[in-house]
């Protein structure tokens, strides 16, 4: 993820591996010294386990996602942040995170990649209000969270199952 001037803020890498797989974020070091570095430290984890629930690693410790960030419908995630305020995910058309006290005040927006009217691809961004600047990393890291359930879900829907039509056998 970048600022508005192109700059790395977040990077993330998940390594392919027969064993569980662990997602780490990264955020560009806030460094006096060096404003223009690109260095960055571990931000937070997440570990992939194709039988439990995910782990987050938030600072290198932190909660099961399962007590975390919970599945509330068939599309939405809550989690309470640092804040002791509840957050909701939506995860329809458009990916968005709102505040969970029936205000649907929006916090953060993902757009995803369009093309514009002279024919150029947008970039995807994920927009952050500025009610939500207090627990970037919060949403940055349950972001990542939350997009790779819809697009796990987007695979397994993809691809028709096996057997006879009509029965799903």
Known sequence: MTNTEGRAIFITNTPWTWQTRTTTIRKVRND???PKS???????????????SPIFR?????????DYIQKDGKREFVFTGPDARSYIWRLY??????????????????????????????????EI??????IVDIIVTTFVYVEKLKRLERKATSYPTRGHAGNGI
């Open 32 to 34: 006096t010294a060096q």
């Open 38 to 52: 690109d260095r960055f430290d571990v931000l937070s984890e997440i570990v992939w386990s194709s039988f439990n």
């Open 58 to 66: 938030l600072h290198s410790n932190g909660p099961r996602a399962i």
């Open 93 to 126: 058309d458009n990916v968005s995170l709102e505040l969970n006290d029936g205000s649907e005040t929006p916090v953060a927006h993902f757009h995803g990649s369009s093309w514009s009217t002279g024919g150029t691809v947008i970039e995807p961004c994920l």
């Open 129 to 134: 209000f500025a009610v939500g600047e207090h």
